[in-house]
């Protein structure tokens, strides 16, 4: 019947929309314009301005030229290529080495382990690069040791490389981690039954198995070198780096246009890593079967004392960066006088501007923290929750994955081009905390957003449908079962933007004012004005405060899910 | 028996792929309908839109007088249970049960009335303080159809509700709700790739292949009377056999002659089909007319009764497919190898 029907007959049907439909879509519209103005336009902005002169005409690709007959210019590019390279090739292998100890051997202690290993993260990136001042900077502790090696001076490349492989480090050692720990059990029992040597197993199993994480690793550690702007201002010394001409062009010389050719640079290594990233994960999810039983890893005597020695230098030089930062911020009067005193933390708190910076700070972490795990998680919700506008929902997926190839200080460069526009109705945001905490929320969105959305589609497609058969309206169900189920993933998301929030450099370093200047800022005004106590000293205070925070928040989320968690747990018989 | 749910025309593509093709299906007052095919039949995707969870692409549905067509889910009338349950894993059980009453602003101790009905009708009175990850999944499935009666719909649909189920639990469940149904008279349409379940339950059965419907009838109709090939061999075992039908009522099955009910006025090739029991080993009386003679090649033991391959030469090379009761099989002394006569009802013989 229905090949002989004519065509016009076969118009397409669309069901009426609901009321509380358009509300789902109106908030779906609302994120979609809020990615658009706050991500999508300013990138926009800086290809506009990549491609004309100072008097805002259409020139193509002339300041690409310009830039490329610049040999300084050129030089840093050629120094950021081949520094992120070479910190990739030392940090993944380490970082491998590492997660291996962690997941594939007995040695005790793992959980300190790990822990000592992701400390970084908690402290502003540059703090290892002003730790290495104190260790083998001019007056550090152990200079010698830089001679005796053949290098002049820590300062240039020497520094940016170790700096940039510990704060790498524990980047590469989360995605290692989770590699090496999606290990099929079965694998290995097969070939344990057909006399497999270790040696054999670990380069036909172990070493396929985690392929793609040793290539994510790379690819991450490759854009985080590439695009740190912290690390080169603080030990750089007269290396050039793409990041530091950025600033030094934009913030420096008000060089928009060449700025923007290289914040392009700088965008085109990040975009292509995640693309190549995402090709990878998507073969990754087909990996593992759900019938795949953990991999538990056995007693072995040798192995586990070479992990254990491993696990033990690594963690030490961990420890040793963040000691040095500590004892050289209680230290008098560097080099001459060590006796331990407060007067940097007094001095920096009350004197120098990094009271107010810190409640700056505060401010963006708390701010980022509360709208950007709102937004986020809304988002999310709209996107995978909702019906109708299935036209907008691809863009939105596309929008919340694209923060992730922008590196902060690209992002920075959009919001100084679009917002600082004489045009725009929204300069009046430039320089306000208000700028600062969406273009954090922006900066980290995509993270959040993976988060979120993992969870949601963790929950029943069919909660949705079954609201809308009884008449309730989504956010009821939003609000008494979404929610509450979500509420441990929305601490994890809280958590994540306020520790990146206080730690944060890049994007903010465009856009603070006197007023809204933050701790990680005032870190490089003291490194610059001289004071590298009190530079150290702050460093210590935003990793004390990230580490505080961080144990507040998981201590409300155990709290949380005892309360709003019960049903989880097996009936009391 | 008035008609409460008329479909008519309905289609649905994916891109070029056709999922329903003009489907017309009246479902009466208080009838319980069972879509029947195998996965990918489209019996699914028919029900979520009569739901509003899909949009068809052409067509349109009525329930009771009104045009539901392009209604929102939330403006229709249905109640509804999924294959997953879709159980609010943070609400107790009397939250569930209540979820729908507590929007519609009844009051409090109305609410907690009618979630205690619900529970006893069915037959979980007292569980409403336990959450569902604490029930069995043939308790969760009784909470979900609670769930889905609590607003007292006057349409029901459920989607696969017992196929994560064990067999056992599975029977027992699926005659709760028939007695349910029953006793509140509500329409109910259950979708089920189970044969067994649609003709244990069911009213009528919509027999659904590829987008289409095939043949809609009583369990007894669809068992006795297949329509199509398809519903012949998708709803209870078959044996095809081919012949050759002459005029005369005269059918050849191999060098067999038998006699048959269906005439023809040109000679033509047939498929018969023949279920298992329309193919008897006893009573069979010397002279009886359709009777060949085979032996036992294999014996499948179901419990009381077999399932037993017959090799026939006078019928082809084909085997054939009977029961037997293990009775029967005892009393003769049968076993693999035994030659024995069987007769062919002719009345039950289907003709394609």
């Known amino acids: ?573 | 028996m008035d008609d409460y749910l008329r479909l008519q025309g309905i289609r649905k593509s994916f891109g070029s792929f056709q999922a329903l093709r003009d489907i017309d299906l009246t479902v009466s007052r208080g009838e319980f309908v069972c879509f029947l095919g195998p996965s990918g039949c489209g019996k699914t995707t028919l029900l979520r839109i009569i739901a509003g969870l899909e949009t068809q692409t052409g067509g349109r549905i009525l329930q009771g007088e009104r045009d539901i067509s392009l209604l929102p889910p939330a403006q229709r009338d249905y109640g509804i249970v999924f294959q997953s349950y879709a159980l609010f894993p943070n609400l107790s059980v009397a939250d569930n049960v209540g979820y729908g009453l507590v929007n519609r602003r009844d009051s409090k101790a109305s609410i907690v009335a009618r979630v205690d009905e619900l529970l006893r009708l069915v037959g979980l009175p007292g569980s409403g303080a336990r959450f569902p990850a604490q029930l069995s999944g043939g308790q969760q499935q009784r909470i979900a159809l609670a769930r889905a009666l609590a607003t007292a719909p006057n349409l029901l649909l459920l989607d696969e509700p017992l196929s994560a189920l064990d067999a056992l639990e599975r029977v027992r469940l699926r005659q709760e709700i028939r007695s349910l149904q029953q006793k509140l008279g509500v329409t109910t349409i259950m979708v089920t790739h189970d044969q067994e379940e649609a003709l244990s339950v069911a009213d009528r059965i919509v027999v659904m292949n590829q987008g289409v419907i095939e043949q809609v009838g009583t369990p007894l109709e669809i068992y006795r009377d297949p329509a199509t090939p398809f519903v012949a061999d998708f709803v209870g075992k078959i044996n095809v056999l081919s012949g050759r039908l002459r005029p005369g009522r005269d059918l050849r099955i191999g060098s067999s002659r038998f006699a048959c009910e269906r005439d023809t006025d040109h000679e033509r090739e047939v498929k018969v089909y023949l279920r298992p029991e329309d193919v008897l080993a006893r009573p069979i009386a010397a002279g009886d007319p359709n009777v060949f003679d085979g032996s036992i090649d294999k014996i499948e033991f179901l419990g009381s009764y077999c399932l037993v391959r017959v090799n026939a030469e006078s019928i082809g090379s084909e085997p054939l497919t009977v029961y037997l009761s293990l009775n029967y099989l005892a009393e003769q002394g049968l076993s693999v190898g035994s030659r024995l006569p069987f007769k062919v009802l002719p009345e039950r013989m289907r003709f394609f």
């Open chain 1, 1 to 573: 019947m229905s090949a002989v029907l004519p065509l016009s007959v076969q118009r397409a049907v669309r069901q009426r929309s609901h009321w509380t439909d358009r509300v789902a879509h109106a908030a779906l519209l609302a994120i979609v314009a809020a990615l658009v103005v706050f991500l999508a336009l300013p990138l926009a902005t800086i290809l506009a301005k990549a491609m004309q002169d100072s008097d805002e005409h259409f020139v193509g690709l002339a300041n690409f030229a310009s830039y490329l007959r610049t040999p300084a210019l050129l030089q840093s590019f050629v120094n950021s290529v081949w520094v992120s390279l070479l910190v990739t090739a030392v940090a993944v292998p380490m970082a491998f080495c590492f997660a291996y100890a962690l997941a594939r051997s007995c040695i005790p202690g793992k959980g300190v382990f790990r822990t000592i290993a992701l400390i970084p993260l908690l402290a502003p990136t540059l703090l290892s690069a002003i730790s290495l001042i104190y260790w083998f900077g001019n007056q550090g502790v152990a200079r010698g040791v830089i001679r005796a090696l053949g290098f002049e001076n820590i300062y240039g490349a020497p520094g940016v490389v170790v700096a940039e492989c510990f704060y790498v480090f524990p980047h590469a050692l989360m995605i290692l981690v989770s590699a090496l720990a999606l290990a099929d059990a079965r694998l290995y029992e097969a070939a344990r039954a057909l006399g497999t040597s270790r040696r054999r197993t670990f380069f036909t199993i172990t070493l396929p198995g985690a392929k793609y994480g040793l290539i994510s690793a790379a690819l991450v550690c490759f854009t985080l070198v590439m695009t740190d702007f912290g690390i080169p201002k603080v030990i750089g010394g007269d290396f050039n780096m793409l990041a530091t001409d950025v600033f030094k062009l934009v913030i420096g010389q008000q060089d928009f246009q060449r700025g923007a050719v290289v914040g392009l640079l700088l965008l085109t290594p990040a975009v292509l890593t995640f693309g190549v990233d995402w090709l990878v994960q998507r073969k990754q999810t087909a990996m593992l079967s759900a019938r795949a039983i953990p991999y538990a890893p056995s007693p072995s005597r040798g192995f586990d004392a070479l992990m254990l020695a491993y696990a033990c230098i690594v963690s030490a030089l961990m420890l040793a960066m963040l000691g040095m930062a500590i004892f050289a911020s209680l230290a008098t009067y560097w080099p001459y006088n060590l006796t331990p005193t407060l007067k940097h933390y007094v001095l920096g708190l009350v004197d120098a501007e990094v009271g107010p910076a810190f409640t700056s700070s505060f401010q963006l972490a708390a701010g980022t923290a509360f709208f950007g795990t709102i937004v986020v998680f809304t988002g999310a919700y709209m996107l995978e929750k909702t019906r109708g506008m299935e036209a907008l929902r691809p863009v939105v997926r596309m929008l919340a994955m694209l923060p992730m190839a922008v590196p902060g200080l690209v992002l920075g460069l959009g919001y100084i081009f679009f917002f600082n526009a004489p045009g725009n109705p929204l300069s009046g945001l430039y320089q306000t905390m208000t700028l600062l905490i969406v273009c954090t929320i922006v900066h980290f969105y995509t993270t959040g957003h993976l988060t979120a959305v993992t969870a949601l589609k963790a929950l029943d497609a069919e909660f949705e449908a079954v609201s809308a058969s009884l008449k309730v309206p989504f956010f009821t169900t939003f609000r008494r079962v979404t929610l509450p189920i979500c509420t441990p993933t929305l601490v994890d998301i809280a958590r994540y933007f306020f520790v990146n929030a206080m730690t944060t450099i890049s994007a903010v370093v465009f856009l603070y004012s006197p007023e809204t200047k933050t701790a990680s800022i005032a870190i490089l005004r003291l490194d610059e004005a001289g004071e590298a106590g009190a530079a150290a000293a702050c460093c210590i205070l935003i990793t004390a405060a990230s580490t505080v925070a961080t144990l507040l928040f998981m201590a409300a989320g155990a709290w949380i899910g005892r309360r709003t968690q019960a049903w989880r747990r097996p009936a009391k018989s």
